[in-house]
C-alpha cells in the first residue's frame, strides 16, 4: 500500500472500461491493480479528510480495496464503480469517526497532518525558496481549515468534501451518499457557511 501518496499521474492509461466488472468479478488480478491505480489517490484523498489523520486514511484505503475485493459480487451496476467506491469509503470512514468519538479521541489533534496533502508552499520570487513567513502562514491556514472541517457534523463534511474537493456534481454526490439532491445541496450550504464563519479571520486579513 505504500502507493497510495503517489501522484494522479499513475492512472493515466487507465479506464472504467465496460469489461472491468466482468474481470473483477472472475478475481482477475490485473483487473484490481488497474482499479486500485485508477481510485487509491480518490479514496485516500477523501478517507484523509474525512478523518484528519493519515494513518487512519491508509487503514481506510486498505479496508476499502478488501472489501471490493470480498464482495465485489454485491456490486450490482445500478451505479458506476467510482460511485459504488466512494460510498464504501464514506461508510469505512463514518464506522471509525463514530468509534474514536465514542472514546473522545476525535478531540485530539493529529500530528501526521502535512502541507503536502494540500499544496506546496509559495516560494520567494527572489531566492526561489519558500519564505519562512508564508510556510508559517500556509500551514496555519491548513490546520484552521482542517479544524473547521473536523468542526462539522460528518454528513455536512463528507458532502462539501465530495463536491468541493473531490469536484462531483450535486446529482452524483447525492447517489453516494444516497440522499435527496434538495438535502444534500442544504448539507454544502449549511458546512460552506460554517467554514467561512471559522475562517473569517483568514478572509479578511493576513495578507503576508
Request: aromatic share 8%; net charge neutral; glycine share 6%.
Amino acid at each position: 500500500m505504500g502507493e497510495l501518496t503517489g501522484s494522479f499521474g499513475s492512472r493515466i492509461g487507465f479506464q472504467e472500461s465496460e469489461d472491468l466488472v466482468v474481470r473483477l468479478r472472475e478475481h482477475d488480478e490485473q483487473a484490481f491493480a488497474e482499479v486500485f491505480h485508477l481510485y487509491k489517490d480518490l479514496v485516500y484523498t477523501l478517507s484523509v479528510k474525512l478523518l484528519s489523520d493519515k494513518s487512519e486514511a491508509m487503514d481506510v484505503t486498505q479496508e476499502v480495496f478488501l472489501t471490493l475485493y470480498r464482495k465485489i459480487n454485491s456490486f450490482r451496476g445500478e451505479c458506476s464503480l467510482k460511485t459504488w467506491l466512494y460510498r464504501v469509503t464514506l461508510n469505512q470512514a463514518a464506522n471509525r469517526n463514530r468509534w474514536w468519538r465514542r472514546r473522545f479521541l476525535d478531540r485530539t489533534e493529529s500530528l501526521s497532518l502535512g502541507l503536502k496533502d494540500n499544496g506546496q508552499p509559495v516560494p520567494d520570487p527572489v531566492s526561489n525558496q519558500p519564505r519562512p513567513d508564508r510556510v508559517a502562514f500556509a500551514v496555519e491556514i491548513q490546520k484552521a481549515l482542517q479544524e473547521a472541517l473536523d468542526s462539522l457534523p460528518f454528513e455536512q463534511r463528507a458532502a462539501v468534501l465530495l463536491r468541493d474537493v473531490q469536484g462531483l456534481s450535486y446529482e452524483e454526490v447525492a447517489e453516494v451518499v444516497g440522499a435527496e439532491v434538495g438535502t444534500v445541496k442544504s448539507r454544502i450550504a449549511r458546512g460552506r457557511e460554517r467554514l467561512k464563519e471559522r475562517l473569517k479571520a483568514y478572509r479578511e486579513g493576513a495578507d503576508l
